[in-house]
């Protein structure tokens, strides 16, 4: 298949991947891994290969409009907004966060900002801080309490519909002529070799570079796991919760409260150590408490009582 590609995505949906193996396809050959400590692969060759865009960023879509390339979607459904959100802090840029951004930013989140390739606009999350928590982040004061920045991404994942991430995963689902793939296919490495196959009559031995791409992606552990622990409360099965990050943390409240909808589950400064503990709280909870938090008034249509 001898064409020029373009490959479109938002923050943490594999475009960097996606395009490196079709580099790979290209060539006829498995190229050096591109990962960066993170897992993600933005240590790859950006000179005369593939190129990918995160159409969040502003003004690129006048490329993808000028474009004669094939162009590649990689797309995800609505239940996948957490890992993205997880993957937009944790995963994107070039690597300068160590293995984990979230990480990072819990311990500094001025420099957080300060340091990301779009500084200018991850801004309006200091902005954001102050008016949602009356909390000021600055040179002086750099870091978010915990149980503050576990909440600050709660508050992500009900605003969700907000997100620009959202309308631009469905621009580019509703582009005219992009073959879309969506990650959950990109993380199936049978599904992946299937695609390739279609399009290229072959599919190289990406098996191992598959698994480092698996194995060093905290973001889909994390949601993975916050999934997990979610099913074991409402099965009333006791688990330890072990190692989480805020986001990590936030994802499962968010599933915890969807999911009993009149108990909130309050903005506590020590977190959960197991699933009884959660358990527990459900089950005592006082009944003169109970009601539905404003947020879930304010977006009726996408929270609703036992759904």
């Not at 340091?115 to 009356?134: C, N, P, T, W």
């Not at 990590?248 to 969807?258: I, Q």
């Not at 020590?270 to 009884?276: A, Y």
Request: aromatic share 14%; hydrophobic share 40%.
């Amino acid at each position: 298949m001898d064409k020029d590609f373009l490959v479109l995505h938002t923050p943490g949906a594999f475009g960097n991947f996606m395009a490196y193996l079709i580099d790979c396809h290209i060539a006829g050959e498995m190229l050096p891994e591109p990962f960066v400590e993170s897992g993600a692969s933005h240590s790859r060759e950006y000179h005369d290969t593939t190129q990918s865009i995160d159409v969040v960023i502003p003004g690129l879509w006048k490329e993808v409009e000028t474009s004669k390339n094939v162009l590649v979607g990689c797309v995800w459904k609505p239940e996948h907004y957490k890992y993205i959100l997880h993957a937009y802090y944790s995963r994107t840029n070039i690597g300068q966060y160590g293995r984990c951004g979230i990480e990072y930013c819990q311990d500094n989140f001025f420099d957080f900002v300060k340091r990301h390739q779009a500084s200018d606009r991850l801004q309006q999350d200091i902005v954001d801080l102050q008016s949602l928590f009356g909390l000021v982040i600055s040179e002086e004061n750099k870091q978010v309490p915990r149980h503050v920045l576990r909440m600050f991404f709660w508050h992500k994942m009900i605003e969700e519909e907000a997100n620009i991430v959202v309308a631009e995963n469905s621009k580019i689902k509703n582009y005219p002529g992009v073959d879309l793939i969506d990650i959950a296919d990109i993380i199936d490495h049978g599904s992946l070799c299937k695609w390739f196959t279609e399009r290229f009559n072959k599919c190289l031995d990406f098996e191992e570079i598959h698994k480092n791409f698996i194995k060093h992606n905290r973001s889909l552990m994390e949601y993975n796991k916050a999934q997990v622990l979610f099913g074991s409360v409402v099965n009333g099965e006791n688990v330890a919760i072990g190692e989480l990050t805020a986001m990590g943390e936030a994802m499962l409240l968010y599933d915890l409260e969807k999911h009993y909808f009149d108990i909130p589950f309050f903005n506590q400064t020590n977190f959960f150590e197991n699933t009884k503990e959660i358990i527990d709280y459900v089950k005592y909870f006082p009944m003169a408490l109970r009601q539905p938090n404003k947020l879930f008034h304010k977006h009726y249509r996408r929270f609703r009582p036992n759904e």
